[in-house]
């Protein structure tokens, strides 16, 4: 069992394979929190642990002895306005204008089962007969509404899956001020905050700081997750690195407004909260109705930040990413983005096609300027149909390329529209915009209103009147700008609080149609590159576009960043062309593909003018993705280097499950004269077992102890700025 409950005490203790999580009902009903972190085995006496004195004299309601304070008392889902003066998890107001929460426990029930939310993207279990779901059900008697937290216990991956529900029972309406899904109270403030941070083409770039008195957080109000902020952090120990040390991990399930608070108190404690941005939100709930909060994932390791990671991995793969797609192997794709941008026609893209066919790639990807009258970034997005100047016919286009052995996948951007469009000249009101207020252009296009219904409509029936008709089997989902002039002109006055958190309701709900019409498509997200990495896509695109940054050196940072929550097998990652796009910088063919290799394999340039020699390193990217591709994307991966220092030589490795065999990459930044030997420690193998070691120039046998601890000596690294090595690992017989 996962979850205990012992009633003498009011106890849950809620176990995974290395992790235990203890809450505790009070004698006043408060949902307390005991613990969090490495297992133990203890249960009857768990109520002993924590048990806090008061120092201060505390707020406390009729009842309540005064040596409880709501103030200091470690809490699971704190409420506002009675006596918690943290920031605390939830506030309602009610018709009479007052601003307050007091939930108190009521009930509980323990289900084999994971809970469905029925408008945002859930975890599934997957058949695994250990996940188990605990609710405890609250109620705020003012109100009468009811709250009923969450956790779904993933054991075999270390992770708690948390989320709320509001109902209201009551008689009169209530507006909720905001709603987290996940508070963590923890006793102590010895910890670096990090979190990952960036701009367009610079996306997950790591950040740490230690935790200070007061709060510090990480959010986003652009109506998107952003490249800014990343929904996810972690809270480690100071002294915590890749392999040793605590590590608590934080990602919400959610692509717009979110916030990640952490706040140290006068206690010294630190309080965590995850959730929708109570900024600019503002949700009715009339008597019957629920409100669910997006799930937010939580899991420690004792073991450093690599654990951390490999427990999210593993929960993303097996409870979250579609079954669909999550082991299987993706078609490797070539995208015609950064080879022609908008100038292209039927004959290019065929050519383009036929090259990359002779090479082995297996999909092509028809990006931007395909429909409307697209020839520039001005025009045409909502305008679904084929641009007849470019392609006569897409239908035949795509049965050419089907019959060069390439499927076809097509870009769309649906939640925008352009001016000189013709859905602009039918439903100018359907632009998200404030009357009597100037709207914002960005990239000379608006958004549409995700929050109507008929809106969301008309784009399936645009979206899939295409994907039906034509073997299109990969759609590559772009979003490139903000939502600003945030209003909806089919709501009430009441009701604007609410339209970030519908319009992304809107996309949720556009991408489950689609995939339930079209269940063999793959979806890659994508936002002006990785403006909308989340695990709320994450759900319906098994692949995310990493960046637009495409550059091998650059990725060094972004894929790394990203590895700290999301699996290598969801990241969009490309071969380009060089010297690099967005940066100039000149990259070996090979470090290109090796970085690309950490990913979803694909490329981003026209074959038919690479060199020979550029052709066949293609031809043999292919031959290896195909031979390791199940060890990249179901295997353990391990950050070799330390990404918080931005080091010289950056290293990372992947393990078969069963330790049988290895991939491990190195890329070195910048060659200095006279440096001293590169030594490599390897992580994850296992220690007595012989593994051969095959570089570029020879084969050597090592034990998996002499590997991890002494290391091996980079022979065959080349000296040159941005070279790369990779080092083949398999067992010996
Ligand atoms: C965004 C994407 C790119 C490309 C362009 C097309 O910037 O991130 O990959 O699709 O849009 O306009």
Request: proline share 5%; glycine share 6%; aromatic share 12%.
């Amino acid at each position: 069992m996962s979850i205990l409950f012992e009633s003498k005490n009011r106890i849950f203790k809620l176990d995974t394979q290395d992790t235990t999580y203890v809450i505790q009902i009070n004698p006043y009903n408060r949902i307390c929190h005991l613990y969090y972190g490495a297992k133990i085995s203890e249960f009857e006496n768990l109520f002993q642990i924590y048990n806090f004195k008061n120092f201060s004299t505390p707020p406390s309601t009729t009842g309540e002895l005064n040596s409880v304070s709501h103030d200091q008392l470690m809490q699971e889902y704190s409420g506002a306005n009675t006596g918690d003066f943290r920031s605390t998890a939830i506030a309602i107001q009610t018709t009479n204008g007052a601003y307050a929460a007091d939930y108190r426990y009521t009930s509980y029930k323990i289900t084999n089962d994971t809970p469905s939310l029925t408008s945002l993207p859930c975890a599934f279990r997957a058949d695994n007969p250990e996940v188990q779901t605990l609710e405890i059900h609250s109620i705020d008697p003012s109100t009468q509404t009811e709250c009923i937290l969450y956790y779904t216990v993933f054991p075999e991956c270390n992770t708690i899956v948390r989320s709320v529900k509001l109902k209201n029972n009551g008689l009169k309406p209530v507006i909720i001020q905001k709603i987290f899904s996940a508070q963590l109270d923890l006793p102590d403030h010895h910890y670096d905050f990090i979190n990952f941070f960036g701009s367009w083409g610079r996306e997950r770039h790591p950040d740490r700081t230690p935790l200070h008195h007061g709060s510090q957080n990480v959010a986003s109000l652009r109506g998107s997750s952003s490249h800014q902020n990343n929904p996810a952090i972690i809270l480690a120990q100071p002294t915590t690195t890749e392999t040793r040390g605590d590590a608590y991990g934080f990602v919400l399930a959610y692509s717009s407004n979110f916030i990640a608070n952490v706040e140290c108190d006068q206690s010294n404690s630190s309080r965590v909260l995850l959730g929708i941005n109570p900024e600019m939100f503002a949700w009715n709930l009339t008597p019957g109705e629920e409100f669910e909060t997006p799930q937010a994932f939580l899991t420690f390791s004792n073991q450093g930040l690599g654990q951390m990671s490999r427990n999210f991995h593993d929960f993303m793969r097996n409870h979250w990413i579609s079954p669909r797609w999550s082991a299987v192997e993706r078609p490797i794709l070539i995208n015609n983005w950064e080879a022609t941008t908008f100038h292209f026609d039927a004959e290019k893209i065929l050519n383009i096609a036929k090259s990359a066919a002779k090479l082995g790639i297996e999909m092509f990807v028809l990006d931007d300027g395909w429909f409307g009258h697209r020839d520039d970034d001005k025009s045409s997005l909502g305008d679904w149909f084929v641009y007849s100047k470019k392609i006569s016919d897409m239908g035949k286009l795509v049965e050419q390329i089907n019959a060069l052995g390439l499927k076809f996948g097509l870009w769309f951007e649906p939640e925008m529209i352009s001016e000189d469009s013709e859905l602009y000249k039918t439903h100018p009101d359907w632009v998200l915009e404030i009357p009597g207020r100037k709207r914002s252009i960005c990239r000379t296009q608006y958004m549409l209103d995700m929050s109507r219904e008929d809106v969301i409509e008309y784009l399936f029936n645009s979206m899939a009147a295409l994907l039906k008709n034509i073997n299109i089997e990969y759609v590559k989902w772009d979003m490139n700008r903000n939502l600003t002039e945030v209003f909806s002109k089919i709501l009430p006055a009441n009701q604007q609080g609410e339209i970030f958190h519908r319009n992304v309701l809107g996309v949720y709900q556009l991408y489950s149609r689609l995939l339930q019409e079209l269940p063999d498509l793959l979806i890659e997200g994508c936002a002006s590159g990785g403006g909308r990495f989340d695990a709320g896509i994450l759900r319906y695109s098994p692949q995310i576009w990493c960046s637009d940054d495409s550059d091998a050196i650059e990725r060094l940072e972004i894929q790394g960043g990203t590895s700290f929550f999301y699996p290598p097998s969801s990241m969009g990652a490309h071969v380009s062309a060089c010297p690099n796009h967005q940066t100039f910088r000149k990259c070996p063919f090979q470090t290109r593909g090796d970085v690309a290799f950490a990913g979803t394999f694909g490329y981003e340039l026209d074959p038919g003018i690479l060199s020979e020699d550029e052709q066949n390193q293609i031809k043999q990217q292919i031959k290896n993705y195909h031979q390791y591709h199940d060890l990249v994307a179901n295997g353990d991966y391990f950050r070799l280097t330390n990404i918080f220092e931005h080091p010289n030589l950056e290293a990372w490795q992947f393990v078969r499950k069963d330790k049988s065999e290895s991939i491990a990459t190195v890329i070195l930044r910048r060659n200095h004269p006279a440096h001293s030997p590169f030594i490599l420690k390897l992580q994850g193998l296992n220690p007595k077992t012989l593994y051969a070691i095959t570089t570029p120039s020879e084969t050597i046998k090592l034990y998996g102890d002499t590997l991890m601890n002494a290391g091996i000596v980079l022979y065959d690294l080349p000296t040159y700025d941005h070279a790369s090595l990779v080092l083949l690992l398999k067992k010996c017989k």
